[in-house]
């Protein structure tokens, strides 16, 4: 959903569809479109398995695939390099409630990030859980009402819808919080707090954030910030100080900063969910950056057929010529092959 | 049907819905096999709320079934489960389940099969339209569920503006749905998804599922629907949207400009149209989930909407209907019927001449 007041959007959301209207074209103009194509049904699930809602997309070092997917139950999938199924993670587990995020760390460990329960959870590369950051909320509480309560002030150890999680090449953890809470959170390697930029209140200054949804650490420690709802990526220092803002690539959905001696960013500009007739046309594309924002290209397009997006969510870009897109509403995750551009920058759209 | 006045004098609006069908329709003589359908142990048939068959004859049932769940103690309330998708070959033996535990799966309202052979399934809690290849495996997706439940939950009624209130009963100009119904494609494969119950309106897609148009709203008016409770097209591409609430089957075009209606076979629910050069009209008269005393039969029309016959009544015998929410006519005099009542489909052999 695109989100504008939080406690709106929580009183509404189930009931409501969400303006398209919201939506933003990218201010970007004459961006090279990079030529690709998408590998047909990479995936291969078992019989009687689904794909839902297919939230976040992760490899490790082996070239591996997680997938952190909304079925009827959220669940975790591993598949291997080349697409066939390998098992299951952490069925039943407590914390899995409402998928938002996996990645893989530097030493494999496998993280998800999940806004229904409010935990980021880390498994070791065999499927244990080593570490919780959050807590679910109290079963004897009851089911949640649906108010317009505001959300209380941000604590250290509790998330409010928590999106995404990375680290520094020190292991510091960094964590985007998320649709409750409008903060960046850094907490040690072993999980204890360090500082917190923003708060529980959206905003559009240089410290605030409305909405960030997804978050990628570089080579040197910085953060990039995708600060979905104010139209904008944040990009800060390890420190959690702004450093810089780019915002000519529409709403930005989510990140990803690829390995290696030259590093590149990717983002989305996502259509939203709740679309009017025509408006595919403006949105749907994924750009291909500079770590300092130069934008090298654009790939993509709205759509539900394969090599369209139909709300792209989380992107895997280990190798920046192979990326995985995992799709909100398309329940699939794409491999995508780049290759090499074709038109000169200035050429065309 | 001699109910009328006691129909109009109720203060239920479910009760209103039922018609009270003309007297001089000749009866259509038929037979039934309220048992062909062997579902396995582990697969509880519950309310049969769609059924469909594709060219080899194979039958799928989408049916509430199992547990509709909402979890607590999380951020958000989300609820889980609560339908399956089931497919039978024709001799009625058990072949497999499709998109076990899917996301979109929560209270069936509707299966169809495509010409392709391709199965969709309509939700109404999720909002979705799911498009399943021949193999299961998903290729289209229209709608989206929302993503958590409203606690305390919001009122049925349209009027009240709950899970039924959509955005003024028109769905606005959106591509997501409020208790979809039912779907149907033209020759050229756009897609037209009766928007339904929350919202008064149809949705046209292309074959793609870009979304193109919508048409409809709350109201009386010709072009407005009580509610859109199924959708069919002829070879022609001829649109017919049951509205039952105003007592009418409407005819569109399918740029959704207003054409005629039928509006003397009870209140529609379930419409079916059949294949060939010769294509037959059927229309349920469904009753009530809370009455049998009225209402239940099936009509047989021409798609002038000329009334042919018409068979059963509502009941729980076999060859009576208890609600009958999805009509398959592929094979013309060999119908099947999914009832919400008797949790049942029925294989229904009508003798016309």
Not at chain 1, 58 to 87: C, M, P, W
Not at chain 1, 206 to 216: E, G, R, T, V
Not at chain 2, 264 to 269: I, L, Q, S, T
Not at chain 2, 314 to 330: H, M, Q, S, Y
Request: charged fraction near 20%.
């Amino acid at each position: 959903m695109c989100k504008f007041y939080p406690a709106l959007t929580l009183a509404l959301a189930s009931i409501l569809a969400t303006p398209a209207a919201f939506a933003q074209k990218a201010k970007a103009q004459n961006v090279p479109e990079i030529p690709y194509d998408s590998v047909p049904n990479f995936l291969k699930m078992p019989p009687n398995l689904y794909l839902g809602e297919s939230m976040g997309v992760a490899t490790n070092s082996k070239g591996h695939i997680f997938v952190y997917t909304r079925s009827a139950t959220t669940r975790l999938f591993e598949f291997d390099q080349l697409g066939n199924y390998v098992r299951e993670i952490g069925s039943g587990n407590y914390g899995f409630e409402f998928a938002h995020s996996v990645r893989v760390d530097p030493q494999d460990n496998i993280w998800v990030v999940d806004e229904g329960s409010n935990t980021v959870i880390k498994f070791n590369p065999a499927g244990r859980v080593t570490m919780v950051l959050g807590h679910r909320p109290e079963v004897v509480a009851g089911a949640v009402a649906t108010t317009n309560a505001t959300v209380p002030p941000a604590e250290k150890y509790t998330f409010s819808r928590p999106t995404d999680v990375a680290w520094d090449p020190q292991g510091n953890i960094f964590i985007s919080d998320g649709y409750g809470n409008n903060r960046v959170v850094k907490y040690d390697k072993n999980g204890r707090f360090l500082k917190q930029i923003g708060s529980e209140k959206p905003g559009n200054g240089k410290d605030q954030f409305n909405l960030p949804h997804a978050i990628a650490v570089d080579a040197k420690g910085n953060v990039y910030v995708a600060d979905r709802s104010n139209h904008r990526m944040q990009v800060l220092d390890n420190d959690l100080a702004p450093k810089a803002v780019y915002d000519n690539i529409g709403d930005s959905w989510t990140v990803c900063v690829s390995p290696g001696p030259h590093q590149y960013l990717f983002t989305s500009n996502s259509n939203p969910n709740g679309n009017a007739p025509g408006t595919w046309d403006t949105t749907g594309e994924i750009y291909k950056m500079e770590l300092d924002g130069t934008i090298i290209g654009k790939f993509g397009h709205a759509g539900k057929r394969l090599g369209g997006f139909q709300v792209a969510h989380m992107l895997d870009c280990r190798n920046p010529n192979e990326i995985l897109v995992a799709e909100i509403e398309s329940w699939r995750v794409q491999k995508l092959i780049l290759r090499p551009l074709i038109s000169a920058p200035g050429a065309v759209k | 049907m001699r109910h009328l006045n006691k129909a109009l004098l109720t203060t239920s609006l479910l009760a209103a819905l039922v018609l009270t069908a003309q007297t001089s329709v000749p009866e259509i003589p038929f037979t039934s096999s309220p048992d062909l359908l062997k579902f396995p142990e582990a697969i509880p048939l519950g309310e049969a709320a769609g059924v469909a068959t594709n060219s080899s004859g194979n039958v799928f049932v989408y049916t509430r079934t199992g547990h509709p769940t909402i979890s607590i103690g999380t951020a958000r309330p989300f609820a889980h489960g609560g339908s399956r998708l089931v497919e039978f070959d024709r001799m009625g033996t058990f072949v497999r389940e499709i998109g076990k535990d899917s996301y979109g799966f929560m209270d069936a309202q509707q299966v169809r099969v495509d010409p392709q052979n391709n199965i969709w399934t309509v939700d109404q809690m999720t909002s979705m339209v799911i498009e399943f290849d021949p193999n299961g495996r998903v290729q289209l997706l229209l709608g989206r569920k929302a993503e958590a439940e409203r606690v305390p939950a919001a009122p049925l009624t349209p009027a009240a503006g709950g899970r039924g209130g959509g955005l003024p009963g028109a769905g606005a100009q959106s591509d997501l749905f409020n208790r979809p119904t039912d779907v149907a494609w033209d020759s050229a494969g756009n897609i037209y998804v009766a928007d339904g119950l929350g919202n008064a309106r149809i949705a046209k897609f292309d074959k793609n599922g870009k979304f193109i148009r919508t048409w409809g709203s709350r109201g009386t008016a010709n072009g407005q629907f009580s509610t859109v409770q199924g959708i069919a097209i002829d070879a022609k591409g001829n649109v017919y949207a049951a509205d039952p609430g105003n007592k009418r089957i409407q005819v569109f075009d399918g740029d959704g400009n207003y054409k005629t209606q039928i509006s003397d076979v009870g209140a529609p629910a379930a419409l079916c149209i059949s294949p060939g050069a010769h294509q037959y009209l059927y229309s349920s008269n469904s009753n009530p989930i809370n009455d049998i005393d009225s209402g239940g039969e099936i009509y047989r029309l021409e798609l002038d909407g000329k009334v042919l016959g018409k068979f059963g009544k509502a009941g729980k015998l076999p060859k009576e209907f208890g609600t009958v929410n999805a009509i398959d006519c592929r094979g013309n005099n060999e119908l099947y019927v999914g009832e919400l009542g008797n949790w049942r489909v029925q294989k229904i052999e009508l003798r016309t001449n």
